[in-house]
């Protein structure tokens, strides 16, 4: 059985953990419908389209 030859001390843990922890930028895609950018497979903040289907009606805007 395998068994540590020393504890290891928080501080030392802590660094392997902190050295894998980033920040990813998230992939953007540009929308068929719309073509403004919005993250892959999620609905379109825009236009409120999905895979070509209408799912979310979005208001007009009154400006």
Known sequence: MAVPKSKVSKSRGAKRFASNYKVKVPTLVECPQC???????????KCGYYDGKQVIVMAENKD
């Open 35 to 45: 073509h403004a950018q919005k993250q892959s497979h999620r609905v379109c903040a």
